[in-house]
């Protein structure tokens, strides 16, 4: 008796990858939005550590004003390519809520740097203690720059240019910039 030859099922096929439907609406922080959305939460953080370093006794043993060079150095080192970087990884990402996010784990980067004042006494601890707020502060920083954020849709120029009908701007792009109505070029 002979093995029956296996019948071939159909396999599974990947969906087919759609053409490019062309350019996507980016949304942009300028100048002066990414200004505030980084160095406004950078000067607050130097400002709490400057005063911390001024009240008596909170300072007996030093360890608090080597911190205010390192959290500047980290807020060039890790929080300006960091907060650019973020800018453009999600610049189709119309939600500015993974904007925020993106910055606050910008912020947290900023704990490690600690370290490089040496792993002796209390410097391991303080961590957190640079790492939560300034996360927290960049995503802040970057909430309150929010309406400075403007969305570019390429199509609406291309429509505009070729002397078409503008269309509405989409829910998305209205929320991403804090407006209540959707308002129509034309």
């Keep these: 008796m002979t093995t029956p030859a296996p019948e071939k099922t159909p396999r599974r096929r990947r969906?087919?990858?759609?053409?490019?439907?062309?350019p996507r609406p980016r949304l942009r922080l300028g100048l002066l939005g990414w200004a505030v959305s980084w160095l406004l939460p950078t000067a607050i953080m130097g400002a709490v550590l400057l005063s911390l370093t001024l009240v008596p006794g909170l300072d007996a043993d030093g360890y608090l004003a080597p911190l205010i060079p390192l959290v500047g150095g980290a807020a060039v080192v890790v929080?300006?390519?960091g907060t650019l970087l973020v800018g453009w990884f999600y610049r189709h990402h119309l939600n500015p809520v993974i904007h925020v996010l993106g910055y606050v784990l910008v912020g947290l980067l900023h704990?490690?740097?600690?370290?490089?004042?040496?792993?002796?006494g209390l410097v391991p601890m303080l961590i957190p203690i640079v790492g939560f707020p300034a996360g927290i502060l960049l995503g802040a920083g970057r909430w309150i720059a929010q309406p400075l954020a403007r969305v570019e849709d390429p199509t609406a120029e291309v429509d505009a240019e070729g002397g078409g009908e503008a269309h509405a701007e989409t829910d998305a792009e209205t929320t991403a910039r804090g407006d209540a109505d959707v308002r129509t070029d034309g």
């Design 15 to 22: 969906p087919r990858r759609r053409p490019d439907a062309g």
């Design 79 to 81: 929080g300006i390519p």
């Design 111 to 120: 704990g490690p740097v600690v370290l490089l004042a040496g792993p002796q």
